[in-house]
């Protein structure tokens, strides 16, 4: 028996009871293999704590830091090109989220955000004479606070502050500071009113 027959052999016998099993096995070793991945290409902290609904996607390694019970909806993307991406506790990201640090996201504890939401705190250069492509960026840090929600395909962009208990609208677009327990939406994003 060759060498790969013997570990295809071995491969079955491990997989089989989770195929077998369904749901009742199969849950369980996703979740696992996806907090392995997950705290294998973070250089900062990910607690066994962290859920997952899906599948979250890292071009390479990142600089990532989650607090406890975190959940990633299916097809979220990270990346970090010399920032930093920081969250606090039971911080929920949904599906098809987007977070590009070039300088630093924080976003507090029990924030909610929402579907295909995108947060980037760096823009492309726009010097005269010089392709887009080719240019630098230009980078803020993002600070988001605590208990904050931001609704189905809003944008964030560099140098943002999202004060406490804040909301940001659906499709908004935020480019600059949001004050704390308000209602923001639009593009760009203005007040709306006061939370009470």
């Known amino acids: 028996m060759s ?3 013997m570990a295809l052999g071995t491969l079955v016998r491990v997989v089989a009871p989770c195929v077998r099993w369904g749901g009742y096995v199969v849950r369980p070793c996703q979740r696992l293999w996806r907090l392995i991945q997950l705290s294998a290409w973070s250089e900062g902290e990910v607690p066994v704590s ?6 979250v996607h890292l071009p ?8 406890a019970s975190c959940r990633f909806g299916r097809e979220v993307f990270l990346d970090t090109n010399g ?12 599906t ?3 977070l590009v640090s070039y300088a630093s996201i924080s976003i507090g504890d029990d924030c909610l955000i929402g579907e295909y939401v995108s947060i980037r705190d760096a823009n492309h250069g726009t010097i005269e004479g010089q392709a887009m492509r080719l240019q ?5 840090p993002i600070v988001i606070g605590n208990n904050v929600w931001i609704g189905r395909g809003a944008v964030v962009l560099k140098g943002v502050q999202i004060g406490d208990g804040a909301v940001v609208a659906a499709n908004s677009v935020v480019t600059r500071d949001v ?13 709306i009113k006061a939370l009470v």
């Open 3 to 5: 060498l790969r027959n």
């Open 50 to 55: 962290t859920q997952f609904d899906g599948p």
């Open 60 to 67: 390479k390694r990142i600089a990532l830091w989650l607090g």
């Open 83 to 94: 920032g930093r991406i920081t969250l606090g506790r039971h911080v929920r990201i949904n």
């Open 96 to 98: 098809g989220c987007v």
């Open 136 to 140: 630098p960026h230009t980078s803020a």
């Open 179 to 191: 004050a704390p327990r308000t209602l923001v939406g639009g593009v760009p994003a203005r007040l």
